[in-house]
């Protein structure tokens, strides 16, 4: 079975920063690519970032181009997400997905975690 | 970018009822990539249906896609209660990655 546990999240202040963590398990997370997608409060979703299963290749919404970096370390089966000049209209759930192919780009989401909360105030 | 627009907002209808939600995209997608996800409250989404009409392992076949283009629809015969949430659209056939934003069924 799929499980992607995400943790970091947390209370923040403006400007501040944040790692996220996601760890698989249940299948070879080094064949697929993963992405993130968060959820604001009351709101509906919003893809943020995708990379391909070897981490060659990222891809980022302009909300967070520049500020977010994307990575992973499959001897870890872990995917990340640095969160850096955090906005207060950055807080939301952050969920990671797998994505159903391993490019990291153009692809649905089969499997997600459980969401970790950031509160940027 | 293509935007997705999902109507109705919110769909009341009573169980045992149809239910069907409609997403269009400011531009046809090129290839069948388009999905649909179901969300409940406090939960994280779950997919239902990919390639625009392919339903995901272990869902029922009360779900079902359908569209081309623009223009796509899901469709739940016989609502039960486990069917009532929030379902979302998402075309993945162009960068970036885009949701729609969100049907709610609810019981009447």
């Keep these: ?121 | 970018d293509i935007v997705l627009t999902q109507s109705p907002g919110t769909l009341s209808l009573f169980p045992g009822e149809r239910a069907t939600l409609s997403c269009r995209a400011s531009q046809s997608l090129t290839r069948t990539s388009l999905a649909w996800y179901q969300q409940k409250p406090g939960r994280a989404p779950r997919l239902l249906i990919y390639g625009v009409s392919s339903r995901a392992a272990g869902i029922s076949d009360r779900f079902s896609g359908s569209g081309s283009g623009t223009d796509f629809t899901l469709t739940i015969n016989r609502l039960e209660a486990e069917d009532y949430a929030v379902y979302y659209c998402q075309q993945y056939g162009s960068s970036p990655l885009s949701f729609g934003g969100g049907t709610k069924v609810e019981i009447k």
């Design chain 1, 1 to 121: 079975e799929v499980q992607l546990l995400e943790s970091g999240g947390g209370l923040v202040q403006p400007g501040g920063s944040l790692r996220l963590s996601c760890e698989a398990s249940g299948f070879t997370s080094s064949s697929f690519g993963m992405s993130w997608v968060r959820q604001a409060p009351g709101k509906g979703l919003e893809w943020l970032s995708s990379i391909s299963n070897s981490g060659g290749s990222t891809y980022y919404a302009d909300s967070v181009t520049g500020r977010f970096t994307i990575s992973r370390d499959n001897s870890k089966n872990t995917l990340f997400l640095e969160m850096n000049n955090l906005r207060v209209e950055d807080t939301a759930v952050y969920y990671c997905a797998k994505d159903r192919s391993w490019y990291g780009s153009g692809s649905f989401l089969d499997s997600w975690g459980q969401g970790t909360l950031v509160t940027v105030s």
